[in-house]
DNA sequence: CTGTATCCCAGCGGATACTG
DNA sequence: CAGTATCCGCTGGGATACAG
């Protein structure tokens, strides 16, 4: 059942990716009912402003001011991604009050928020590699000063190569 | 100078994210020219169709055929999104001879497209939290058969979470 | 200060038809 | 089979003006 198959065998030019294992699906049963967990993801964090907002709040910014301030955004789209963020559980809005002035909001990463962590990494890792000025904002280990790093791990906690990962489909008997 | 401070030393209902190091950017040095290295990503997969593409291709899938079908995209988005994704060096084109039929050509990741791999797997993981079916490819070790995850480390080796990272401003004496 | 409302443009992505 | 060309609707995002 669960029997290591190499979709195409010899291929020219072998360059590693996931081994598939199993009858690998395809088109219908893909778009089927959203079984993509990487388009789930984009569906909330494909947008550029909700990605850099998202950055942004990682470095510790708050206020509504300071977001669309440092992030470039214009006051209209960070409001409307901001509210969309909160909808969607990876922001919640806090009263806040200042000694001398009235309640203000300010926008703080739910859990589901902080969870993307490994993904601003892995993305701000990969954008160091496409060149550019090499200034801006370096994320370090306050323990060591190293940098970060995105790694992949399986949860018995090897370490894992593309070459070691296989790809299989796993069936959730469905109703229907 | 690189002296430790708290931007909002006490916030309320304090959610730990990074620690910033010294006087932070704002708004003009950001957008100036390009620092922020996710946004450098997303200008290269930050749309849908360049990253369904390139999970395809993580999985395996080859030809033009087997892309779009796949992924769902029509004719002309993929093959103008493909063409882009060469452009920008994520994926080469290859010939390749089928016996006793004529040449075609095979899209392949190269290095830098297979160094997406922790994004991959860190939206994918990421993506699993948001509910919805929980079918679909699963990525697990081959050596033990265990399901992936993304972790976050620094180049010491040392695991890393939110609460123990800085971010800091690094300053490139660039020319001008 | 923290948004909302409106207008506008560019780009994404689907559908269809056509080429080598 | 592997695209290209065209059309078209939707949304992302900027600018500007206005509101609580």
């Given at each position: 059942?669960?029997?290591?198959?190499?979709?195409?065998?010899?291929?020219?030019?072998?360059?590693?990716?996931?081994?598939?294992?199993?009858?690998?699906?395809?088109?219908?049963?893909?778009?089927?009912?959203?079984?993509?967990?990487?388009?789930?993801?984009?569906?909330?964090?494909?947008?550029?402003?909700?990605?850099?907002?998202?950055?942004?709040?990682?470095?510790?910014?708050?206020?509504?001011?300071?977001?669309?301030?440092?992030?470039?955004?214009?006051?209209?789209?960070?409001?409307?991604?901001?509210k969309q963020l909160v909808d969607d559980g990876l922001m919640t809005?806090?009263?806040?009050?200042?000694?001398?002035?009235?309640?203000?909001?300010?926008?703080?990463?739910?859990?589901?928020?902080?969870?993307?962590?490994?993904?601003?990494?892995?993305?701000?890792?990969?954008?160091?590699?496409?060149?550019?000025?090499?200034?801006?904002?370096?994320?370090?280990?306050?323990?060591?000063?190293?940098?970060?790093?995105?790694?992949?791990?399986?949860?018995?906690?090897?370490?894992?190569?593309?070459?070691?990962?296989?790809?299989?489909?796993?069936?959730?008997?469905?109703?229907?």
């Amino acid at each position: 059942m669960t029997h290591p198959r190499a979709d195409r065998p010899e291929s020219p030019e072998e360059r590693p990716v996931f081994t598939r294992v199993g009858g690998f699906v395809d088109r219908d049963a893909w778009t089927a009912e959203g079984w993509c967990k990487i388009e789930r993801s984009l569906e909330v964090v494909g947008t550029r402003s909700a990605m850099i907002l998202i950055r942004e709040a990682f470095y510790g910014g708050r206020r509504f001011d300071e977001l669309t301030r440092r992030t470039g955004l214009s006051d209209a789209v960070a409001a409307k991604r901001l509210k969309q963020l909160v909808d969607d559980g990876l922001m919640t809005q806090q009263p806040y009050r200042e000694p001398g002035s009235r309640t203000r909001h300010e926008y703080v990463l739910t859990d589901r928020g902080r969870a993307l962590f490994p993904v601003v990494v892995a993305l701000m890792e990969w954008g160091a590699g496409l060149g550019g000025p090499s200034a801006g904002v370096e994320l370090v280990h306050a323990g060591c000063g190293e940098p970060l790093a995105a790694a992949v791990r399986c949860t018995a906690g090897h370490d894992v190569s593309i070459e070691d990962t296989q790809a299989r489909v796993k069936r959730s008997r469905s109703r229907r």
